[in-house]
């Protein structure tokens, strides 16, 4: 049996480490020792840039921000589902992870950021979606764990109620949100919601052929007609009930 074989680390801004190891063909990053992301299980990166760039079949010019490049998958997706005149920017905090890719992650996806339709940037996605408004056709954000952060504590602010509205003005009139999440959240969606989005919520697999093993993407839009079709609407929120009104409503009954 091969051994398990450590390649590279670095550490985040807030003092998290983050290490990439391969086995055999496989790749796999760990963060404080618990598995971040592998090469085996990517099928629910492939479904965020499927479901946020859904609306964008056949238009010309499209420009795309995909948050977090991870292992190149949803980027390379994307790239796959635009045409030859879009541009994608990579926004990626962490250096190590940009040169990770060009080093020993881009043969799993045909060396997505030698396509010359990609403009990487390197640092604070926060800053970047701040200062675009009304750039963007579809963000795509797979940044750290989803809304609770895992990674570096300052994620936290690109999924709060201040970086949620720079997400929403940093979209054109017809644009999409996609967020790409390893578990549900209801205060999560009811945000979305506060923003002005329309919101569906995707269950998609970590791999083909799974029936268990699940994630989440949202896709969210001022405009429904732009929202992919299936998913679920945002659940409605719990309703705070007093000790007193609760004896209220069983004495109506």
């Known amino acids: 049996m091969k051994p398990r074989l450590k390649l590279a680390a670095t550490r985040t801004p807030s003092g998290s480490e983050l290490v990439l190891y391969q086995h055999d063909r496989?790749?796999?990053?760990?963060?404080?020792?618990?598995?971040?992301?592998?090469?085996r299980q990517?099928?629910?990166?492939?479904e965020l840039a499927r479901l946020g760039c859904a609306h964008l079949a056949g238009r010309r010019g499209a420009r795309v921000l995909v948050g977090g490049l991870g292992m190149g998958y949803t980027l390379r997706q994307t790239l796959d589902l635009l045409g030859p005149d879009a541009k994608v920017v990579v926004a990626?905090?962490?250096p190590a992870v940009l040169e990770w890719n060009?080093?020993?992650l881009?043969?799993?996806n045909n060396q997505p950021l030698n396509d010359p339709r990609v403009e990487v940037h390197s640092g604070d996605i926060v800053k970047l979606i701040a200062a675009s408004k009304n750039q963007f056709d579809a963000i795509l954000l797979d940044v750290d764990n989803g809304p609770r952060a895992m990674t570096d504590a300052s994620n936290h602010r690109l999924y709060s109620y201040a970086g949620t509205v720079a997400c929403h003005q940093a979209?054109?009139?017809q644009g999409c949100l996609a967020i790409w999440s390893a578990e549900s959240s209801k205060d999560y969606e009811h945000l979305l919601v506060s923003c002005g989005f329309q919101v569906r919520r995707h269950r998609v697999p970590t791999h083909l052929g799974s029936k268990s093993d699940s994630r989440f993407v949202w896709v969210a839009a001022t405009n429904p007609a732009s929202l992919p079709p299936g998913g679920s609407e945002p659940r409605p929120p719990r309703k705070h009930v007093s000790k007193g009104?609760?004896?209220q409503s069983r004495g109506k009954r």
């Open 245 to 247: 009104s609760r004896g």
């Open 42 to 46: 990517h099928e629910s990166e492939l």
């Open 102 to 104: 060009r080093e020993y």
């Open 26 to 39: 496989d790749f796999y990053i760990e963060v404080n020792g618990q598995d971040l992301m592998q090469s």
């Open 106 to 108: 881009g043969v799993l």
């Open 171 to 173: 979209l054109r009139e």
């Open 92 to 94: 990626e905090l962490l």
